[in-house]
């Protein structure tokens, strides 16, 4: 067994490397192949079980290292997550083993990285974790998603600042990276307007304000953009129509300036967008009507 000073080591090079391949590279979705190619000084460290269990106790770890739930339902995270932000997550049968090193990592509070499915093989990354409650007569751990929520008590409790203060978390901690995954997948990692194929430089951009706490916003309300693609969109100097054609704002067209305005800009003028190959995942066309409204009134 390792010392809890070479463990907790090996926790904090684990979130640096993961704030490496998703944040510092653009990355939007993690595959399991990547979970498992981690190493500390040379050395292997699968993040993932390798059996396609939900939880990951290396056999030198004291407890647990990384839990995960898999993409399942059509509600991303209806069968762990509450919209309060704290996720619960269920023992496994039986006693001893996995359970031990679980109860160990709360006791200790040693940090932990939650991997979220959001579809076969590919995960969203939460860390670090702390896991606030064991319940070993339910037989569940409970843990926000974010280590601000734990302060705020029991969220039946919460004042109307609090629950604010929530749902605020909630979106921009649990449902915007999901959304972004979603949206960057169906649209192949590519901007739909000039097909710009950098995730760094890539947002997925709502068509519609998101405006339901209560869940991620379906990938039919979202467009994969680029950083100036979707200023431009939010700002309404560029319209996409239902028919999914490209306008840009008669002022912008009548100006003169650099290669960026011309190219980047007044040429998309009549594009038509690049929609995803799954039928489900396209823009809704009426939620692009209603935003297009919005940029035609301009
Ligand atoms: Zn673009």
Redesign the pocket.
Known sequence: MRSRIEELAIRADVFRWLDERFNENGGYELSRELLESYSFDGEPIKLLDPGGRGIRNPASFSSTLTIMTSAGSRNPYADTESIDGWVTYHYRVGDGGDNTKLARAVANRDPIVYFKGVRAGFYVPFYPIIIADNDPVERVVRFPLEQGLAFLGDPLKYTDDQRRYAETIVRTRLHQPIFRAQVLHAYAAS?T????KHSELLDAAHIAPDADAAGVAHVSNGLA??K??HAAYDRSLMGITPDFEVRIDQQLLDEVDGPMLRHGLQDMHGRHIRLPSSRAARPDRDRLASRYELFARR
């Open positions: 901007c307007v000039c097909d710009l953009m680029c100036i693609h």
